[in-house]
């Protein structure tokens, strides 16, 4: 069972979402998909954070729907929480910090 109090421990108030208005710009994409609800959206700004995230949702059997771009555009449905979960939204996490030009990786 998800609890939001147990994921303000880990990332702070701040980072965990529970604002129906936020919710729904999680619950659909321009698939035909039908809308899904998540429970909570976690926004984490480390990899740190995301281990501690996933570590939990491994404890407490709470599915997680991994997004980079919550803004859009989503086209393929595989964002939509089709059975409630928490949405980790990625989007914070956008600086290189490692970068390899042969071996084309970063």
Same mark, same amino acid.
């Given at each position: 069972?998800?609890? +939001?109090?147990?994921?303000?421990?880990? @990332?702070?108030?701040?980072?965990?979402?529970?604002?129906? #208005?936020?919710?729904? =710009?999680?619950a =659909?994409?321009?698939? $035909?998909?039908?809308p /899904?609800m998540?429970m909570?959206?976690? +926004?984490?700004?480390s990899?740190?954070?995301? &281990? #501690?995230v996933?570590?939990?949702?491994? !404890? #407490?059997? !709470?599915?997680? %729907?991994?997004? #980079?771009?919550?803004? /859009?555009? *989503? $086209? *393929?449905?595989?964002t %939509?929480?089709? &059975? /409630?979960?928490?949405v980790?939204? @990625?989007? /914070?996490?956008?600086?290189?910090v490692?970068?390899? *030009?042969?071996? +084309?990786?970063?």
């Open positions: 069972m998800y609890s +939001k109090k147990d994921l303000s421990n880990i @990332l702070g108030e701040k980072k965990v979402i529970d604002d129906a #208005s936020v919710l729904e =710009t999680y =659909t994409d321009e698939s $035909f998909v039908c /899904g998540p909570l959206v976690v +926004k984490p700004e990899a740190e954070e995301v &281990q #501690s996933v570590k939990w949702a491994a !404890e #407490s059997g !709470e599915p997680l %729907i991994p997004v #980079s771009s919550p803004g /859009g555009p *989503r $086209f *393929r449905g595989d %939509i929480p089709s &059975q /409630g979960g928490v980790v939204d @990625l989007s /914070g996490m956008n600086k290189i490692y970068a390899n *030009r042969a071996d +084309k990786v970063a």
